[in-house]
Every structure is written in C-alpha cells, then in structure tokens.
C-alpha cells in the first residue's frame, strides 16, 4: 500500500472523507477508486459511491479475491442505507466466507454485522440474533461496534424487553463517543428517541393513553388478557393467541375488547365484521359461524357469553381486558413505521420486509401518496419512497416481526 492510499484509509477510518478524497482524488487505480466510492460515499453521494465501488471490484478481479470482497461488502453497506435489501446484499454471504478464507477477521465480522442489520430490517429476527450471536463484538471497527449494539438495540425493542435494549442502547451510546463520529450519535440519539417514543396506546375502561416500550412490556406481564391490535394476537402473560391472517376474528376480538366489561350489539358487530350497512339473514348467519370459531380459538384465555343483544366478552379467571392499539390507527400503519425510520425506500423492500407482494405495496404507496403522507423521487427501478411528517411514528410494535414465543 502506497503512502498515499494509507493516508486515504486513515483519513476514512476517522470519518473524514474530504481529507481522503485530496489524496486519491485524481487517481484511477483499483485502491483509489475504492477509496473514493467509500470517501463518497461518507459524504452522501451514494449513487456515485456504488458506481466507484463496482468499478474497483471488477478492476481488481479474480486476482486480487480480498480486495474485491472489501469492494463488495463497502457496495453492500451503502445497498442497506439504499434500502435497497434484494440482489446486491445476497452477496454478502460469499463476500464473508471469501473474508473469513483470508485471514480478515475485521471485516468478515463487519459482514456479518451487515446480515444481521438487514434480517432486523425485514423482520427476521431469529436470523439477526443468530448472526449476531457468532460474532465479537471487540474484532468490529469501532463504527461497526456502534452499529452491532444498535442491531441488538432493535431486536431488543422488538421482542418487547426493555432491559435489553437500554443495556444494549448504552453500549452504542460509548461506541459512538468513542469514534468521535457525529453521524453515529446522531444515530443513537435517534434509537434513544424511539425508545422513550410512545410505542402503543392503551385502551381499558373506556379510556386511552399512551404507552413507552417499557409500559408495554409491564402491560403483557401483568395478567391482564391484552388484545395486541398492533401485531394481531390475544395474550395474557405467556400465553399466544396468534389471529394474524384472519382480519374478521380479530376485528371482532378487538370490537369486544373496546366495549368490555359491556357486551357489543349483533348490529355492531356485523358492521365490524363485514362493513354490513343493511345486514340480512346471510349475514347473520355469517356472524354465528365466525363468532364460533372465535370463541373456540381463545378458549385458553377467555370465552364468549352470548347476551340478549350480541355478544360479551368473559376473560377466564379474574382477568381484566384491555386493548393495545397502535400509536395511530390507519390501514397502512406498518408500511408507514418502516418509512418512518427516515430512510428513502424502493417498494421492493418495503414488498419484502412487510412479507408481501410488490404490488399490494405500490397500491398501499399510491393510496397514501393521494392522502399526502408519504412522497417520492426517482423513476423506474431507482424510485424511492419516504414518509411525510407522520405524527405518533415510528414503534417497534408495527415493525415486521415473528409472533412472541409462548
């Protein structure tokens, strides 16, 4: 490595890219043009960065397998801060093993940092544990270290266990400090926000209220039978009753819930249900036979009293009901906590990280574009989407995740 270069790779690794682009601004070799795709890429100029990244890859080629799977990895990271979570980040995987063969410890642990950030990303969280789980977090560069514990930051909130994210929180915060980096803590005051950030609002008594992380993890642990709007499922304790995938079993389950201890009318529910204006014999009967299933699915945790005008529901035990309901209600309120996060995403990862198809997703985008909350830029396959200012947002809860284990 030339004096040059090594001045370049300094200046980088302290975070500052003007200083590395006076020293290889001029050249074309394939280590200047990796130097200058990451210096760009620091200042912000992602598209350029990409494009000098994969000019240095294929220049280094074949020959030079290490320096290319550095090239490779550097494209990865900024795919990730992209969203752009398909094609280019499957290559993260040969670009570690190929690290690993070489003896770079340092980056293939920065690789595998990387697949762990993009499972978090698409709600994969058993695979983000995993990934982190094999690494140490000491073998990171300091930035990276950062990023590690604000992974585990995120899987933390998600699984509702607000201990670990404050502990994990705190050991991004010094990371951060540490690297003197003004991005990076800018980056963990971000995650600090969210997790004071009201995460739900309770609905109990006929009286709401919002709820930080930590409310909400007291909440499930309480006894209390909860109806989860935010991830669709019933709960009491340990206790999992899944309804996702069943939208009129739920939205009949969280109808009661509403009214408890009161009981809800036939005609309320059908219009829950069913969006049934003038209900008929049909509907009816389609009632009975949905309220039967429900009642035999959330048997373990509570029943259904039939009463002279509808329905009641009876939480077994001396449980009380209560409803937890996203900070804000809407159709598309998961989409919009993704987009929250500040990021410009493409539909495609959106398409992936909600589980969905691309078009239920360029549909749901279209209709809150009409209603002015969210915008986009670019054309074709490099259009982006972000949110417009939505109060309540963004909360772990409506971010993609697994159902909590019993």
Not at 280 to 298: C, K, N, P, Q, T
Request: aromatic share 4%; glycine share 6%; proline share 6%.
């Amino acid at each position: 490595m030339d004096r040059l270069i090594a001045a370049a790779a300094r200046a980088l690794a302290a975070g500052d890219p003007l200083t590395a682009m006076k020293r290889v601004a001029l050249r074309e070799d394939p280590p200047a043009l990796a130097l200058r795709g990451i210096a760009m890429a620091q200042i912000g100029d992602l598209s350029l960065a990409r494009e000098l990244l994969r000019r240095a890859a294929r220049a280094f080629g074949s020959a030079e397998p290490m320096a290319r799977a550095r090239c490779i990895l550097a494209e990865a990271e900024i795919a990730l801060v992209l969203r752009d979570l398909g094609d280019t980040l499957q290559t993260l995987g040969p670009a570690r093993k190929e690290l690993e063969a070489h003896g770079d410890r340092t980056n293939a642990a920065h690789a595998a940092y990387l697949e762990a950030r993009r499972s978090l990303l698409i709600g994969r969280l058993e695979e983000a544990e995993q990934a982190l789980d094999r690494l140490d977090p000491e073998i990171l560069p300091p930035a990276s270290r950062c990023g590690y514990w604000l992974v585990a930051t995120g899987i933390a909130m998600r699984r509702i266990r607000t201990e670990d994210a404050r502990s994990a929180l705190d050991r991004a915060c010094d990371a951060a400090r540490k690297t003197g980096i003004p991005s990076l803590a800018a980056e963990t005051d971000r995650a600090a926000s969210m997790l004071a950030a009201p995460a739900a609002r309770l609905i109990a008594d006929g009286r709401e209220r919002p709820l930080v992380l930590a409310e909400v993890e007291a909440l499930i642990q309480s006894g209390m039978l909860v109806i989860d709007a935010c991830r669709s499922i019933l709960r009491s304790r340990n206790t999992v009753i899944p309804l996702t995938g069943r939208p009129v079993l739920f939205a009949l389950a969280r109808a009661l819930a509403e009214a408890w201890p009161q009981d809800v009318s036939r005609e309320s529910l059908l219009a829950v249900a069913f969006r049934a204006k003038e209900a008929d014999e049909s509907h009816r009967a389609r009632l009975r036979v949905e309220m039967g299933r429900l009642r035999r699915i959330i048997r373990p945790l509570a029943g259904l009293q039939a009463t002279e005008r509808g329905f009641r529901l009876e939480p077994n035990g001396t449980a009380a009901v209560a409803l937890l309901a996203p900070p804000v209600d809407g159709e598309h309120a998961g989409l919009l906590a993704l987009l929250a996060d500040g990021e410009a995403w493409s539909s495609s990862a959106l398409a992936l990280a909600m589980d969905v198809s691309s078009r239920t997703v360029q549909r749901a985008l279209e209709a809150l574009a009409e209603a002015g909350k969210v915008e986009w830029f670019g054309h074709g396959r490099a259009r982006r989407w972000i949110a417009s200012n939505v109060p309540g947002f963004p909360t772990s809860l409506l971010l993609p995740a697994p159902l909590p284990k019993g």
